[in-house]
């Protein structure tokens, strides 16, 4: 058996998908990743892996707030990334 476990990449405190990881090449940009976590979680979603992109590629954590918002209100199990 294996578990699906959903990823929210934040970078400049929103949602993006990065082409092969590549910095700067953001193909998706999602203001609220809030919602984004509330969508996984009404899914069905019993964990959700989060990534502080900017703390990973840059050194500074600007979405630290976000993520402590989705930690505390989602209910479900987080991972965390990105220092």
Known sequence: M?????AIDLKNRK???LVQGIP???RVSIDDPLAVA????EGGAKIIHL???DGAIDGQ?????IIES???NSG????????
Do not use: A, M
């Open 2 to 6: 294996f578990r699906v476990i959903p």
């Open 15 to 17: 949602c993006v998908s």
């Open 24 to 26: 700067g090449t953001e």
């Open 38 to 41: 509330s969508h996984w979680v």
């Open 51 to 53: 990534i502080d992109l």
């Open 61 to 65: 954590r600007l979405n630290s707030s």
């Open 70 to 72: 989705i930690v505390k």
């Open 76 to 83: 479900v199990e987080t991972q965390v990334g990105g220092e």
